[in-house]
């Protein structure tokens, strides 16, 4: 009995060190083992509904109609991406947890990286090179930074991408683009309804 013991233990282990992805099937017996968790999780928590509707709607608030075409400005260069011209260059799609949506969404569009490229940012970063990071905005004034580096496959394996359509439709809200990225335990910096990149230099 004290050798399964030890094995029960190990296992949990194994469990409770496992990351998951949440797009990708589950195994029935974690799916189990999450659900019965979740169901004496209710037993002993209760959340007053009107909390709940104000977060979800908070939550869920859909951003202003977007100010006109994406913006990307690298020292003296500069372009202006519309939605036409946007879907006219290669696609790359992507599915990522929202957790705003509660589900998994495959987002088509462009890597960011690609629409930099064109403005002269180094596609091999090196040195000095590294000091570069970017702002995106959105409509609504919501900012998010990345380095340069986090966007670029050369060094880092998430991907950031310039998305115009979610599960084959136009995006939410009556927007053109929106930034996703890959790698992000939650999306803090998605940013929906994006209408400007900056690419700056760390002093």
């Known amino acids: 009995m004290e050798g399964m013991g030890g094995m029960g233990q190990m296992g949990m282990g194994m ?18 083992g ?13 959340m007053d509904m009107g909390k ?27 372009a202006e991406w519309t939605p036409a011209a946007l879907a006219a260059l290669p696609h790359i799609s992507l599915t990522l947890y929202n957790m705003h949506a509660k589900g998994c969404q495959t987002y088509s569009g462009v890597p960011l990286i690609d629409l930099l490229t064109r403005l002269g940012v180094p596609a091999k970063q090196h040195g000095k090179d590294l000091q570069l990071y970017l702002v995106a905005e959105g409509s609504d004034g919501y900012k998010a930074v990345y380095s340069l580096a986090e966007v670029n496959p050369d ?3 998430g991907a950031v991408l310039v998305a115009d359509t979610a599960d084959g439709k136009a995006l939410p809200g009556g927007a053109q683009f929106q930034l996703v990225a890959k790698g992000e335990k ?15 230099a760390a002093e």
């Open 15 to 32: 469990h409770h060190g496992m990351e998951m992805d949440p797009c990708k099937p589950m195994e029935m017996g974690h799916m189990a």
């Open 34 to 46: 999450m659900e019965m968790k979740d169901m004496d999780m209710g037993k002993d928590k209760t």
């Open 52 to 78: 709940m509707g104000g977060m979800e709607m908070g939550t869920m608030k859909e951003p202003p109609p977007p100010a006109g075409p994406l913006k990307i400005a690298f020292g003296a260069k500069s």
């Open 155 to 157: 060094l880092h394996e």
């Open 186 to 200: 939650r999306p803090a910096r998605w940013v929906r309804a994006l209408v400007a990149i900056r690419v700056l």
